[in-house]
Nanobody, 121 residues
Framework: QVQLVESGGGLVQAGGSLRLSCAAS????????MGWFRQAPGKEREFVAT????????HYADSVKGRFTISRDNANNMVYLQMNSLKPEDTAVYYC??????????????WGQGTQVTVSS
């Protein structure tokens, strides 16, 4: 397992940008695919983006494709989510997760505590 800590959330205007960071502990970070998920109040946890072990492949939810970019730095045990052109609908708690290259939360084993992203119109 890995321990994950998200940071970088905040309040932004629609159209703005944020970069979320996820710091992982442990030397096995590179063995996991990483994902970003989000959960809005009253909603189920929603897939945002995932990245393969080496960072060679990524997949995005249609709702964020073209606006968000997931990346990882295995040497520094970091994964990032660059969020551009933010919309109010992006408002949620964003979670970093380690597991399989998947859109399904159930296929991720370890989760961070989440970081709040609020986008105002």
């Amino acid at each position: 397992q890995v321990q994950l800590v998200e940071s970088g959330g905040g309040l932004v205007q629609a159209g703005g940008s944020l970069r979320l960071s996820c710091a992982a502990s442990g030397r096995t970070f590179s063995r996991y695919a990483m994902g970003w998920f989000r959960q809005a109040p009253g909603k189920e946890r929603e897939f945002v983006a995932t990245i393969m072990l080496s960072g060679g492949n990524t997949h995005y939810a249609d709702s964020v494709k073209g606006r968000f970019t997931i990346s990882r730095d295995n040497a520094n045990n970091m994964v990032y989510l660059q969020m551009n052109s933010l919309k109010p609908e992006d408002t949620a708690v964003y979670y970093c997760a380690a597991g399989r290259f998947s859109t399904y939360p159930s296929l991720y084993d370890d989760w961070g505590q989440g970081t709040q992203v609020t986008v105002s119109s």
